[in-house]
Nanobody, 126 residues
Framework: QVRLVESGGGLVQAGGSLRLSCVAS????????MGWFRQAPGKEREFVTA????????YYADSVKGRFTISRDNAKNTGYLQMHTLKPEDTAVYYC???????????????????WGQGIQVTVSS
Protein backbone atom coordinates (compact mmCIF):
# COMPACT_ATOMS: atom_id res chain seq x y z
CA GLN A 1 0.00 0.00 0.00
CA VAL A 2 2.76 2.45 0.96
CA ARG A 3 6.29 2.29 -0.37
CA LEU A 4 9.18 4.19 1.19
CA VAL A 5 12.57 4.65 -0.49
CA GLU A 6 15.57 6.16 1.29
CA SER A 7 18.48 7.94 -0.39
CA GLY A 8 21.44 10.11 0.54
CA GLY A 9 23.52 7.71 2.61
CA GLY A 10 27.22 7.06 2.21
CA LEU A 11 30.63 7.30 3.82
CA VAL A 12 31.70 10.41 5.72
CA GLN A 13 34.43 11.32 8.18
CA ALA A 14 33.68 12.06 11.81
CA GLY A 15 32.36 15.60 12.18
CA GLY A 16 30.81 15.60 8.72
CA SER A 17 27.21 15.87 7.55
CA LEU A 18 24.71 13.89 5.50
CA ARG A 19 21.12 14.47 4.45
CA LEU A 20 18.83 11.48 4.05
CA SER A 21 15.62 11.60 2.04
CA CYS A 22 12.57 9.34 2.20
CA VAL A 23 10.19 9.42 -0.77
CA ALA A 24 6.74 7.91 -0.22
CA SER A 25 4.37 6.50 -2.83
CA UNK A 26 1.10 4.57 -2.84
CA UNK A 27 -0.66 6.75 -0.27
CA UNK A 28 -1.31 10.30 0.86
CA UNK A 29 1.86 11.19 2.70
CA UNK A 30 0.21 13.84 4.86
CA UNK A 31 -1.98 11.12 6.45
CA UNK A 32 1.06 9.34 7.90
CA UNK A 33 3.37 10.17 10.74
CA MET A 34 6.95 9.23 9.95
CA GLY A 35 10.11 8.32 11.77
CA TRP A 36 13.70 7.23 11.37
CA PHE A 37 15.27 4.19 13.02
CA ARG A 38 18.76 2.74 12.72
CA GLN A 39 20.41 -0.63 13.23
CA ALA A 40 24.11 -1.32 13.68
CA PRO A 41 25.57 -4.81 13.03
CA GLY A 42 24.71 -7.16 15.88
CA LYS A 43 22.50 -4.56 17.55
CA GLU A 44 18.77 -4.02 17.93
CA ARG A 45 17.01 -1.54 15.71
CA GLU A 46 16.65 1.70 17.66
CA PHE A 47 14.59 4.86 17.47
CA VAL A 48 16.27 8.00 16.12
CA THR A 49 13.58 10.62 15.49
CA ALA A 50 9.94 11.10 14.49
CA UNK A 51 7.63 13.82 13.19
CA UNK A 52 3.85 14.28 13.26
CA UNK A 53 1.68 14.30 10.15
CA UNK A 54 1.65 18.07 9.77
CA UNK A 55 5.22 18.51 10.98
CA UNK A 56 4.16 20.41 14.08
CA UNK A 57 5.75 18.04 16.60
CA UNK A 58 9.18 16.39 16.52
CA TYR A 59 10.90 13.91 18.82
CA TYR A 60 14.54 12.85 19.13
CA ALA A 61 16.56 10.18 20.85
CA ASP A 62 18.97 11.65 23.39
CA SER A 63 21.93 10.35 21.40
CA VAL A 64 21.14 12.56 18.38
CA LYS A 65 19.36 15.57 19.87
CA GLY A 66 21.09 18.79 18.86
CA ARG A 67 22.85 17.12 15.92
CA PHE A 68 20.02 15.67 13.80
CA THR A 69 16.94 17.44 12.41
CA ILE A 70 13.85 15.74 11.00
CA SER A 71 11.54 17.53 8.56
CA ARG A 72 8.96 16.79 5.89
CA ASP A 73 7.51 18.33 2.74
CA ASN A 74 4.06 16.83 2.25
CA ALA A 75 3.65 18.49 -1.15
CA LYS A 76 6.67 16.47 -2.34
CA ASN A 77 5.73 13.28 -0.44
CA THR A 78 9.19 13.41 1.10
CA GLY A 79 10.69 13.26 4.57
CA TYR A 80 14.22 14.30 5.47
CA LEU A 81 16.85 13.62 8.08
CA GLN A 82 19.64 16.21 8.27
CA MET A 83 22.61 14.87 10.21
CA HIS A 84 25.47 17.06 11.47
CA THR A 85 28.55 16.41 13.59
CA LEU A 86 28.43 12.73 12.77
CA LYS A 87 30.23 10.29 15.06
CA PRO A 88 31.52 6.75 14.43
CA GLU A 89 28.76 5.45 16.71
CA ASP A 90 26.21 6.82 14.23
CA THR A 91 27.30 4.13 11.75
CA ALA A 92 24.27 1.99 10.95
CA VAL A 93 21.62 1.14 8.40
CA TYR A 94 18.98 3.87 8.61
CA TYR A 95 15.32 3.06 8.00
CA CYS A 96 12.46 5.39 7.16
CA UNK A 97 9.10 4.37 8.64
CA UNK A 98 5.50 5.59 8.35
CA UNK A 99 2.19 4.84 10.05
CA UNK A 100 -1.45 5.87 9.70
CA UNK A 101 -1.86 7.02 13.29
CA UNK A 102 -3.73 10.04 14.63
CA UNK A 103 -1.79 10.38 17.89
CA UNK A 104 1.86 10.22 18.96
CA UNK A 105 1.31 6.87 20.67
CA UNK A 106 4.25 4.45 20.27
CA UNK A 107 6.08 6.79 17.89
CA UNK A 108 9.45 5.70 19.35
CA UNK A 109 8.69 1.98 19.05
CA UNK A 110 9.20 -0.33 16.09
CA UNK A 111 5.66 -1.67 16.59
CA UNK A 112 4.32 1.85 16.11
CA UNK A 113 4.94 1.75 12.36
CA UNK A 114 3.36 -0.42 9.65
CA UNK A 115 5.48 0.66 6.67
CA TRP A 116 9.25 0.58 6.28
CA GLY A 117 11.85 1.46 3.70
CA GLN A 118 14.57 -0.97 2.70
CA GLY A 119 17.23 0.87 4.69
CA ILE A 120 20.30 2.81 3.64
CA GLN A 121 23.87 2.58 4.93
CA VAL A 122 25.52 5.44 6.77
CA THR A 123 29.17 4.90 7.66
CA VAL A 124 31.17 7.39 9.73
CA SER A 125 34.93 6.87 9.82
CA SER A 126 37.19 8.05 12.63
Amino acid sequence: QVRLVESGGGLVQAGGSLRLSCVASGGTFSNYRMGWFRQAPGKEREFVTAISRSGGRTYYADSVKGRFTISRDNAKNTGYLQMHTLKPEDTAVYYCAADYTYSDYALAQIAGYDYWGQGIQVTVSS
